[in-house]
């Protein structure tokens, strides 16, 4: 197998991860969670209990960064030509594949972004859960490799593509109205000008870029190709240089989520094999949804409704640790994402 | 005018499948991360001299391989 690099569009993908990486220490240092300035997952979760869909009252706020993101990666494809409304490969399956994965994340505190996070803050658990994710996305590169298909996603309404975008906009005006049903906890927030702002930079540059923080690897290993790794990487330096200016680097000091390294890996091994099999990370779901794709959208309500599920029945590390329940179900998920991928590789 | 051109699949099985028929059938190709520009199902595409696109879209053609989309580079 031949290495190579698309070296322009390594630029841009460097680009897009520094605005991630560097856009994520910023946001800490305004008041966002330590190690986690921009999580798609974790704010997904966030969201979800302050709609109510978990009784956490600590990771309740309707996180508008997520709105940003959405909106920015949706006017970068309108003015692109990019929003292809698009939907039906197993959508359903897509549902449930993004609540196993969140099961995953939830175990270990972190997506592939914020593992990358974790990473440039400096905490040591993070490397296991980088292992995992990698070992993750090579099991599942072996399934695409040997046909795995979800099914073909085909065109759908304008009014499908939308639908998402058009939930978003009201999570925001919910965030500034605060009706009486929504819980918007006091927990660590930066300013609201700050977050749209580096979600919506962000959301342009993902559509831009197409930036991926398991497609990398995924690439790697599939044909040798590193450019879409480039995003990744510069995540990770252009935190970790971040943090160092702003004085947030804590090396070898694990501060937020689990600091087991056999269950990190064997948690973020469900993340890379959930992500692999939705045909991208979380924050990949959330930019195609936003562009219209429908099977992203389900991939990301998924991941919501597991962290509502994570948060309720308590099969999240908690309290310093993970229940016995949280470990059943990461490896179920493991083992149900296996029999998925069985059940979908067909060799024509 | 662009020398390579792109082709894109409805899956990665079957962007490998056709680098790997088309390779044994001596054309200069190699499966790469699609470009930016290019929109793809599952984020890789085939890469092969403009020359040759219409000796690959046989041969994508015979194998039974459903073409998605053909660009320039």
């Known amino acids: 197998m031949r290495f190579k690099i698309a070296v322009k569009d390594a630029l841009w993908l460097a680009g897009a991860g520094t605005v991630a990486g560097a856009g994520a220490a910023v946001l800490t240092h305004f008041g966002n ?22 009784q956490v009252l600590e990771f309740s ?77 090579g099991i599942g590169s072996v399934f695409l490799a040997n046909g795995f298909t979800l099914g073909r996603s085909t065109p759908t309404s304008r009014t499908s593509g939308l639908a998402f975008p058009f939930v978003a906009a009201l999570l925001l005006v919910l965030l500034l109205v605060h009706p009486f049903f929504i819980s918007l906890s006091h927990q660590r927030h930066a300013p609201l000008f700050a977050s749209l702002a580096a979600g919506a930079i962000l959301g342009i540059a993902g559509q831009r870029t197409k930036l991926c923080f398991i497609g990398g690897f995924r690439n790697l290993f599939l044909i040798g190709d590193l450019t879409l790794l480039t995003g990744f990487v510069f995540l990770v330096l252009s935190a970790l240089v971040a943090n160092v200016l702003l004085g947030q680097v804590h090396m070898g000091v694990h501060i937020i989520g689990s600091g087991d390294f056999i269950w990190s890996f064997i948690a973020l091994t469900v993340v890379g094999l959930a992500s692999a099999f939705l045909g991208g990370c979380p924050f990949r779901q959330l930019v195609l949804a936003s562009q219209g794709n429908t099977d ?38 493991l083992l149900l994402l296996l029999l998925i991928g069985i059940l979908h590789t067909k060799k024509t | 005018m662009v020398s390579r051109r792109v082709m894109t699949f409805h899956g990665t099985y079957y962007v490998l499948k056709a680098e790997k028929l088309l390779q044994k059938e001596g054309i200069s190709v190699e499966a790469i991360a699609a470009p930016r520009h290019i929109s793809s199902d599952c984020g890789i595409c085939i890469r092969f001299p403009r020359l040759d696109e219409e000796r690959v879209r046989g041969i994508c053609a015979s194998a039974g391989l459903e073409i998605s989309g053909v660009y320039d580079e």
Do not use: Q, W
Request: net charge positive; aromatic share 10%; charged share 10%.
């Open chain 1, 61 to 137: 706020y309707l996180r508008p960064e997520i709105v940003a993101i959405i909106f920015g990666a949706l006017l970068a494809a309108l003015f692109t030509g990019g929003f292809r409304p698009s939907g039906g490969s197993s959508s359903v399956l897509r549902f449930f594949i993004g609540m196993i994965c969140s099961f995953g994340i939830f175990a270990f505190v972190g997506c592939p972004m914020r593992t990358g996070l974790r990473l440039a803050g400096g905490d040591p658990a993070a490397l296991a859960g980088l292992a995992g994710l990698i070992a993750g996305i």
């Open chain 1, 296 to 333: 992203g959208a389900m991939g990301i309500m998924g991941i919501m409704a597991g962290a509502a599920v994570s948060y309720n029945y308590y099969l999240a590390y908690m309290a310093d640790a993970l229940d016995k329940n949280g470990k059943i179900a990461v490896v179920s998920g």
């Open chain 1, 33 to 54: 969670p330590v190690d986690g300035g921009i999580s798609i997952a974790c704010f997904s979760r966030d969201i979800a209990g302050a709609l109510g869909f978990h």
